[in-house]
C-alpha cells in the first residue's frame, strides 16, 4: 500500500497540522476534492523514542489552534484555485 504525503504541513513547536487531500464520492456519484487537516503532538518517551498523541496541554492548545488556523487558510486560498479543488455539492448531514 502506497503511503501518502501531507501536501502541506504547519508547525509550533512539538505540535503540527497537516493538510491532506482526499478524493470522496458524493452522493450524486461524482468524485471530488476535498482537503482535511490532521493535528498532533510529537514528543520522546522515557527511553527516548518518539511518539504521537492527539492530546494537548492547556499550554499546547494555543500551538494546535494555530497550527490548524494556519491549515485552515491554506484550504481556503486552494479553495479560490479552481484547478486544484473542485466544486462541491453541498450535502446534507441531517
Known sequence: MEQTQPIAK??????????W???ITL?????????K???CRRYKDHNENWKTT???SRN???LAIYCLQKAFEAI????K?????QAIEEEKVI
Open 10 to 19: 504547519f508547525a509550533a513547536g512539538a505540535v503540527s497540522a497537516a493538510l
Open 21 to 23: 487531500e482526499n478524493e
Open 27 to 35: 452522493n450524486s456519484g461524482k468524485t471530488a476534492n476535498i482537503l
Open 37 to 39: 487537516a490532521s493535528v
Open 54 to 56: 492527539y492530546s494537548f
Open 60 to 62: 499546547e492548545i494555543p
Open 76 to 79: 481556503i486560498e486552494k479553495g
Open 81 to 85: 484555485n479552481p484547478e486544484i479543488t
